[in-house]
């Protein structure tokens, strides 16, 4: 009986917890799609004209599509290296953890308008100008990431017992590469996923550091968004809304072609 009422407890506490947060974007998709509202407490008209004018203007489409291919090189670029060097740090070099822990939260530590200022004086002259490009872009998103990828990586490794899988897969004749890449990854491939979902979600919200470092050169959907919403908040609130759709696309195809990809090595 006592586990029951707690279950429904925590029921009950999660369904309010998921009204609270749906319901800005339940008010912003209201007024999406609303052409007269006013003094009721719902639209008193639709339109579809905000959704059609945001769909047929190309800076849109193209911003969107900026957005997606600077977010998807830089999680790849950052799973590339971080996932081999977590797992080296965390299997072999255990005494380096404490160090590299105090470095991937710098990012935390920095201002964003303090780094994108150091980003352009650093590489605005001298051997490496690449200030107002996408490869400056790239490279602050890489290290934005970084405390999501390693946690993320690191807390995988240490739940699925790398160190013991490992030395398992050793002992039965597997080479160390391939134990890594049959027996660790894996086991461990949930984890990156979600990893990979949460950076590539705080990469296309982010705005003060691609406005900064880019936004008179590389229009994304942040910066095509800010320029847009003082025309009309029906039109900024559609932009947000595709925005939202965007990435819960995005995340339902990835989750799914991870489960696919764990399915198969298994």
Not at 216 to 237: C, P
Request: glycine share 6%; proline share 4%.
């Amino acid at each position: 009986m006592t586990r029951l009422k707690a279950s429904w407890t925590h029921r009950s506490l999660m369904f309010l917890l998921m009204i609270y947060l749906l319901i800005p974007l339940l008010a912003t998709g209201l007024y999406a799609f609303a052409k007269d509202w006013q003094t009721t407490v719902l639209p008193e008209s639709w339109t579809l004209e905000w959704v059609g004018e945001m769909f047929q203007d190309l800076r849109f489409l193209d911003a969107l599509w900026t957005s997606l291919y600077l977010c998807l090189i830089s999680v790849a670029l950052s799973l590339v290296v971080m996932l081999p060097a977590v797992f080296v740090i965390t299997v072999y070099l255990p005494r380096w953890e404490t160090f590299m822990k105090g470095l991937v939260v710098l990012p935390y530590a920095v201002p964003g308008v303090v780094a994108a200022v150091g980003l352009i004086r650093t590489y605005s002259s001298g051997p490496i100008d690449i200030a107002g490009t996408a490869y400056i872009l790239i490279g602050a998103y890489f290290v934005v990431i970084l405390p999501y990828m390693y946690q993320g990586i690191r807390n995988s490794l240490l739940t699925v017992s790398a160190v013991e899988l490992l030395n398992a897969a050793e002992l039965l004749g597997a080479r160390r590469m391939r134990a890594f890449v049959t027996v660790i990854l894996p086991n461990i491939w949930p984890g990156v996923i979600i990893s990979t979902l949460l950076s590539f979600s705080v990469l296309f919200g982010e705005f003060v550091l691609t406005n900064m470092l880019v936004g008179g050169h590389i229009q994304t959907i942040q910066v095509y968004l800010y320029q847009r919403v003082g025309e009309s908040g029906h039109l900024a609130s559609a932009i947000a809304i595709s925005y939202f759709v965007f990435i819960l696309a995005m995340s339902t195809i990835l989750m799914k072609l991870g489960r696919k990809i764990n399915g198969e090595v298994r």
